[in-house]
């Protein structure tokens, strides 16, 4: 059996795994493998790969867009899980050659804040403000942060 070498490759692989398995309880989103605390509403990952290859379009020309506007970096701002996929994923597959670098504040801490600020030219970076349910109070601090810059 294959096992990812990097976390990152694990949601790409686990489902590939479960769809070999007939009658996968995982692939089946049962209810049962969980606490039956409303774990079965977050399992939209399970299919992530086969439903963002059909935006494989939007892709290209999102990044097409981010290349004619000149963005030299990116700067995500972001709390805890809104934060740390990216940073795995960056720190996996690393810059990629004619992209943006990628920056993360995943932090209120007035130095980790400046530091990332000092990094980056604004005029250039394209700055993304993530957050899951879009009301986190220390992504929108982070958010008028920059946007005053």
């Known amino acids: 059996m294959y096992f990812p070498k990097s976390f990152a490759a694990l949601w790409?692989?686990?489902?590939?795994?479960?769809?070999?398995?007939?009658?996968?309880?995982?692939?089946?989103?049962?209810?049962s493998l969980?606490?039956?605390?409303?774990?079965?509403?977050?399992?939209?990952?399970?299919?992530?790969?086969?439903?963002?290859?059909?935006?494989?379009?939007?892709?290209?020309?999102?990044?097409a867009d981010m290349?004619?506007?000149?963005?030299?970096?990116?700067?995500?701002?972001?709390?805890?899980g809104s934060s740390l996929c990216p940073e795995v994923l960056a720190t996996t597959f690393g810059q990629q050659p004619g992209f943006p670098a990628l920056h993360i504040v995943?932090?209120?801490?007035?130095?980790?804040?400046?530091?990332a600020r000092d990094k980056v030219n604004l005029k250039e970076?394209?700055?993304?403000?993530?957050?899951?349910s879009g009301t986190t109070l220390e992504p929108n601090i982070l958010k008028q942060y920059f946007l005053r810059r």
């Open 106 to 115: 995943d932090s209120t801490d007035p130095a980790q804040v400046k530091a």
């Open 125 to 132: 970076t394209l700055v993304i403000v993530a957050s899951k």
């Open 34 to 63: 969980w606490t039956r605390d409303g774990e079965e509403k977050w399992l939209g990952w399970i299919d992530i790969v086969e439903r963002q290859q059909k935006d494989l379009a939007e892709f290209a020309a999102l990044a």
């Open 67 to 80: 290349k004619a506007a000149g963005f030299k970096t990116v700067l995500l701002l972001g709390m805890g």
């Open 12 to 31: 790409i692989w686990l489902p590939r795994l479960a769809r070999k398995q007939q009658g996968s309880p995982l692939l089946a989103e049962d209810p």
